[in-house]
């Protein structure tokens, strides 16, 4: 496999393994599809909760709710002054340092993430001992932005962190 970046860029295969440590990927950063955003709310009660969304890619979201705090705004240095959770689907080549910062926040948070990084040693380091569950969608997500025009090649699932689930896996009907 050619493994050069401009040919990972052109056709948006796994960036996250090549990526720069931090540095988001071209072909990474999509919108989150509305099937997502319907999942994710048939789990968690939003009623009167004031939602932070801090992944921007053009602005365009797919989620309705009367409190929502949606900027274009750096994840790594900026923190809302008022939130209650945390719910996004971050650039996946950044994932580690997104759930490192998500941790450090000491907030509930559901993230869209690939089904693999279950396997990823931080990962195994970052739940011991946290209030996690995996929200199982029965598909695949298309995910739309840049020059994406395909379903992606993994499945993605919602990873929650402190929002007292009973289960640690959900799986969609």
Not at 142 to 161: D, L
Request: charge should be neutral; charged fraction near 30%.
């Amino acid at each position: 496999m050619n493994t050069k970046p401009d040919i990972l860029h052109k056709k948006c295969l796994h960036i996250y393994i090549m990526s720069t440590r931090g540095k988001i990927s071209k072909c990474d950063d999509f919108n989150t599809p509305a099937e997502a955003w319907e999942l994710i709310m048939k789990h968690i009660d939003l009623a009167g909760k004031k939602v932070w969304l801090p992944f921007f890619n053009d602005g365009d979201i797919k989620f309705e709710h009367s409190e929502i705090i949606h900027q274009d705004k750096d994840f790594f240095t900026y923190e809302p002054d008022e939130y209650d959770y945390i719910i996004d689907n971050p650039p996946f080549s950044i994932k580690q340092q997104v759930l490192e910062r998500c941790v450090s926040l000491k907030k509930p948070f559901a993230l869209l993430l690939p089904i693999e990084t279950l396997e990823r040693k931080y990962f195994k380091l970052l739940v011991k001992d946290q209030d996690f569950t995996m929200i199982i969608p029965n598909k695949r997500y298309n995910f739309v932005g840049g020059s994406n025009k395909k379903n992606v090649m993994f499945k993605s699932c919602f990873y929650c962190f402190g929002f007292g689930f009973d289960k640690q896996l959900i799986f969609e009907d």
